[in-house]
């Protein structure tokens, strides 16, 4: 299948106009017009996930962080980014990277991660968007849809130590760790996968705990002063499954050979 329609299919699935604009998706690296036999999936472009991707023959690596992400002025050996992109490059292996695209878009990561979690009740969307883009692939209209936190509202309570128990079970996680009160009562539950801080703000009244990655010391501090609740489920940790989610929606338009590469987690306890 050629590189070209992979991304027209990855185009209706995660428009890149979802994404925050900040951010760096899309062909990172690479030619749209190679034919693709073997695609990788990973969270980060490692070198670990490089050489699994060569010794695989690995023609097109889908990353969720993008390999390519602030400027760079030189690709050489001398810096380890340097080294990635030289080795990519030389081993003809493409980039693709689908990151807030991928978090905010309807049957997204945030999605995914959240029916993980196996909870009973309706989820809704935080600050719901909808436009439609022209997919040049396709020669097509299409409309999409997303939003940045998804709120799970139970059908019943559970306790923020219960909830955090079934966390730790559902994403096969050694620990978390969590900001309040374990005996309080939870039936609204936010969600935004990785580093997602800076929409606590966003849910705050919507929500009775919000989950995310990379919580810093002052905005938990200032979460625990006024009442509030929140998990640190870790960032790798809340979005490890991107890999599983690529899996299960490129293997509707690829029949080609698909492999899935993990990272160990990042921190270790002493």
């Known amino acids: 299948m050629k590189l070209r329609d992979i991304?027209?299919?990855?185009k209706t699935k995660y428009n890149p106009r979802m994404a925050e604009d900040w951010d760096n998706v899309g062909l990172l690296i690479g030619d749209e017009n190679k034919e693709?036999?073997?695609?990788?999936?990973?969270?980060?472009?490692?070198?670990?996930?490089?050489?699994?991707?060569?010794?695989?023959?690995?023609?097109?690596?889908?990353?969720?962080?993008?390999?390519?992400?602030?400027?760079?002025?030189?690709?050489?050996?001398?810096?380890?980014h340097g080294r990635k992109v030289l080795k990519l490059i030389e081993s003809g292996i493409a980039v693709y990277s689908i990151h807030t695209n991928a978090d905010f878009a309807i049957n997204g990561l945030n999605d995914f991660v959240m029916e993980k979690l196996n909870l009973d009740g309706e989820t809704k969307i935080l600050n719901e968007v909808s436009f439609e883009d022209y997919n040049e692939v396709k020669h097509c209209m299409e409309r999409h849809y997303g939003?940045?936190?998804?709120?799970?509202?139970?059908?019943?309570?559970?306790?923020?130590?219960?909830?955090?128990?079934?966390?730790?079970?559902?994403?096969?996680?050694?620990?978390?760790?969590?900001?309040?009160?374990?005996?309080r009562i939870i039936k609204r539950i936010g969600l935004v996968t990785g580093g997602g801080s800076s929409f606590i703000g966003h849910a705050k009244g919507s929500v009775d705990v919000f989950l995310t990655g990379d919580l810093r010391y002052h905005e938990a501090?200032?979460?625990?002063?006024?009442?509030?609740?929140?998990?640190?489920?870790?960032?790798?940790?809340?979005?490890?499954?991107?890999?599983?989610l690529m899996e299960r929606e490129?293997?509707?338009?690829?029949?080609?050979?698909?492999?899935?590469?993990?990272?160990?987690?990042?921190?270790?306890?002493?």
Do not use: W
Not at 151 to 170: H, Q, R, S
Not at 256 to 264: A, D, L, P
């Open 7 to 10: 991304i027209g299919e990855l």
């Open 36 to 80: 693709i036999k073997k695609i990788l999936f990973c969270l980060d472009v490692t070198e670990n996930a490089i050489e699994k991707a060569i010794k695989n023959d690995v023609n097109l690596i889908i990353s969720h962080h993008p390999v390519i992400f602030s400027g760079m002025k030189r690709i050489n050996n001398e810096t380890l």
């Open 147 to 183: 939003g940045t936190v998804r709120i799970k509202i139970l059908n019943e309570g559970i306790t923020l130590e219960n909830l955090v128990k079934k966390i730790k079970y559902e994403l096969g996680l050694p620990y978390v760790r969590f900001v309040g009160d374990k005996n």
């Open 221 to 244: 501090l200032d979460t625990l002063e006024e009442g509030g609740l929140l998990v640190d489920i870790g960032h790798l940790e809340s979005e490890y499954l991107f890999a599983d």
């Open 250 to 270: 490129v293997s509707k338009f690829f029949d080609g050979e698909m492999i899935k590469h993990y990272e160990n987690q990042i921190f270790q306890l002493g």
